[in-house]
């Protein structure tokens, strides 16, 4: 199965800085077919990007994807307080669709 | 408004079976695969499998395969999840997720289900 490696583990920032999120893979990820998620506590998972680097329905687009073959990045280009959750990445290309092992994005 | 809603919190003893629900409303059914995903503290995020409602067609996670059975209820618009024996490694809170049509990723999330065995 492929395998994802997400880091930072956690990254401490403040609002209005920018955040870079880095996922890598073991293997190429098929056809980049790469998402981001977005967790915060007592709560589900939520779609930010599909495909590397296509924005969910809603999404601001302060949030972008880019990336290619194993290595992805998620930024956000100027933090919100309500940013400050976990990120997970997943890959959806091969089954079984594996997720990384999430970056907690946390106030300094 | 598409939404998947998932039983409430259970607790069981090892060895006991059990079968969690997510109803879904508000788009196709049949047309969407239903995925599922297990969250743990040391696990993190664990995709175990997906079915299709259409036609029950199921791709299941080598890590979970023969731990969990997938089914559907089309005329309920539910699917499930269920264990047979239950052991305390299957403690964690379950999610349902659609997969986003054509290939996508999972792009509506249920409302988690958490499940604790212990004797």
């Known amino acids: 199965e492929i395998v994802l490696t997400q880091s930072p583990g956690t990254l401490s920032l403040s609002p209005g800085e920018r955040a870079t999120l880095s996922c890598r893979a073991s293997q190429s990820v098929t056809s980049n077919y790469l998402g981001w998620y977005q967790q915060k506590p007592g709560q589900a998972p939520r779609l930010l990007i599909s495909?590397?680097?296509k924005r969910a329905t809603g999404i601001p687009d302060r949030f972008s994807g880019s990336g290619s073959g194993t290595d992805f990045t998620l930024t956000i280009s100027r933090l919100d307080p309500e940013d400050f959750a976990v990120y997970y990445c997943q890959q959806y290309g091969t089954s079984p669709y594996t997720f990384g092992q999430g970056t907690k994005l946390e106030i300094k | 408004e598409v939404q998947l809603v998932q039983s409430e919190a259970e607790v069981k003893k090892p060895g006991e079976s059990l079968k969690i629900a997510c109803k879904a409303s508000?788009?196709?059914?049949?047309?969407?695969?239903i995925g599922w995903v297990r969250q743990t503290p040391g696990k993190g995020l664990e995709w175990m499998g997906m079915?299709?409602?259409?036609?029950?067609?199921?791709r299941d996670s080598p890590s979970f395969q023969g731990q969990v059975t997938l089914s559907v209820d089309k005329a309920n618009n539910t699917a499930y999840v269920q264990w047979s024996s239950l052991k305390a490694s299957d403690s964690g809170i379950y999610y349902c997720?659609?997969?986003?049509?054509?290939?996508?990723?999972?792009?509506?999330w249920g409302t988690g289900s958490r499940v604790t065995v212990s004797s």
């Open positions: 508000g788009y196709s059914f049949t047309s969407y695969w």
């Open positions: 997720a659609r997969r986003a049509y054509g290939s996508g990723p999972m792009d509506v």
């Open positions: 079915i299709y409602p259409g036609d029950s067609d199921i």
């Open positions: 495909g590397t680097s």
